[in-house]
Nanobody, 114 residues
């Protein structure tokens, strides 16, 4: 069974940067389009960015030109480089398939505040 473990979150000031990681167990990672999602308090979970097995990417308008999604298929790890962070980026961040059918991990908290 696939397990997803997110890490790299924390408290950062506006304008700062963080790099999130998602370690995936199991063999299907290399064939899945993967994605990062986030959920702010009282809000629905939303798609932030996605990447195909070949590396093609898509981003939500709210993070375009600030966030970069990437993947290392050999290490079965998904990344999210977040730059120019804003308070509105505060949320718990999760990884999953682009179609989120995998078991959700615990997520990693990102707090952007001065």
């Amino acid at each position: 069974q696939v397990q997803l473990v997110e890490s790299g979150g924390g408290l950062v000031q506006p304008g700062g940067s963080l790099r999130l990681s998602c370690a995936a167990s199991g063999t299907i990672f290399t064939t899945y389009a993967m994605a990062w999602y986030r959920q702010a308090p009282g809000e629905r979970r939303e798609l932030v960015a996605s990447v195909t097995p070949g590396g093609s990417t898509n981003y939500a308008d709210s993070v375009k030109d600030r966030f970069t999604i990437s993947r290392d298929n050999a290490q079965k790890t998904l990344y999210l480089q977040m730059n120019s962070l804003k308070p509105d980026d505060t949320a718990v961040y999760y990884c999953n398939g682009r179609t989120p059918t995998l078991p959700w991990g615990q997520g990693t908290q990102v707090t952007v505040s001065s």
